[in-house]
């Protein structure tokens, strides 16, 4: 009796009617009620970097202002590169445009670079960890290739292709794509085999496989690979912009420094800054995205 | 009458590193439609081994196995498996899960209602057809074993293999799964395998227990037919005279005749 009493109170706990679990939300009712709370913790966020760039501006400007001074000080910057920094997007005439599409045309050789890089890499990396053979012979390779600067690839890119634009593409390719193809074969080699007996009792066929299995399990991995190459892309473009010539952000600091427009360096390695982490961020946060339940099994 | 699948005189060794280990030796044994086969032995004596053998995913090393006299060695829809640990897809809801076993095995044969209505009929089998938008982070332990049965289920297997598959979980909801497993044998009548080391999970479920010896080389030590009429009710035999007879058989074979030695290896 106690047996089947328990037994039906365990089946009640268990019963199927009951909601599912309710998710707590701590942050509503502070934020509603309490801002003084909110507007402690936005400070505590933005304060700390705040202080540390007025720090590092103030000592700039005390070390740059002497009349011997080899580099402009904040101040002179702000003057001297008044249009670049507040009119990102003017335009007059083929070779002065604003800092916004130089970063644009970049992007966008990155965009087509890193994206080839993306797709190659993460079909080289699945052969890899699927395969030893291939592995076996592609892994050396990669690995002394990879350890490459991206710049000594250049000079053979300019031959092949007898161009610029095409050769600055090669280079973000061949940069990103390395951490990809690792980062991707081992998220291959880690699919738990449980995942593998269940594509081969349903007898999926490679394709399937490799879009339904491959690709989702191994995405934490493969995003890893994804958010450094990206990186690696830009600090290359920039490099290879500077020798290539053309609209970009690598170009025109190699035009201002050759111009001597030092404030409009400093502006656009700002600029470069800035870009670069959103990139990572924009990856992280795809990464996050599209990963989001593979990490809990 | 041709049993309806049939294991014939199967070895199975593994070699490592130029030793050989063989786990399994003369394995013979047939098993009739619509049966419900436990087979139970201590941890490492290969029974796990044997269920990858029939459902293909390892390949024997001499003999065969032969469904409806047809011999298989790959894996397929047909023997579907229940993984001890479930085996969901975590990025996959669990209607999702169930959708790619579905898709696969039906995707050709039946329309995208009908399949949606398959899936949520093998949901409902199992009583998961509420959480058929969860995925498998967001469910309990048993909840998930019952997604891989259902996922299992739907493949309308003709012979449905099961691993181990309530040893994860706790007492209380390994019965209402053990509860679960019985009401589909009685509803559908599928030809069900069941891996287990529970010898009353065993002596309740089956219609005939195998015990294996210890490896290496394990055999069929002993198979014995558990007598009992279904449906059963677990509070009612716990004092039947057939039902404590079955259990001793088994636990006078896995505790004195093969006692499982530690230090065999």
Redesign the interface.
Known sequence: MTVHALKEHAAEMAAPSRPSEVVALPAKPSSRFDAAALARRVASAVLPPAIVVLAILLVWEAACSSPGASLPPPTQVWSEAYDLIVHPFFNFGPQDVGLGWRILASLQRVAVGFGLAAVVGVAIGALIGQSVWAMRGLDPVFQILRTVPPLAWLPLALAAFRDSNPAALFVIFITAIWPVIINTAVGVRNIPQDYRNVAQILRLNPVEFFFKIMVPAAAPYIFTGLRIGIGLSWLAIVAAEMLTGGVGIGFFIWDAWNSSRLPDIIVALVYIGVVGFMLDRLVAAVGAFVTRGTSAS | MKPYLKLDHIDKSFTRGGTRTEVLKGITLGIDQGEFVSIIGHSGCGKSTLLNLI???TKVSAGAVLLEDKEVD????E???V?Q?H?????LTVYENVN??VA??FGSTRTRAERHDWIMRNLDLV?????SD?????I?G?MKQRVGIARALS?EPKILLLDEPFGALDA??R??LQDAVMDIHARLGNTMIMITHDVDEAVLLSDRIVMMTNGPAARIGEVLDVPLDRPRKR?ELASDRTYLRCREAVLKFLYERHRFVEAAE
Do not use: C, D, I
Not at chain 2, 74 to 77: A, E, V
Not at chain 2, 87 to 91: V, Y
């Open positions: 459902a293909g995913l790959s894996p397929g829809p023997r579907a498996v993984f640990n085996s969901l897809l975590p990025w790619l076993a696969k095995v009583q998961m057809a509420h959480a969860k995925r498998p982070a967001e309990s048993g493949m209380l909801t019965a209402h509070v």
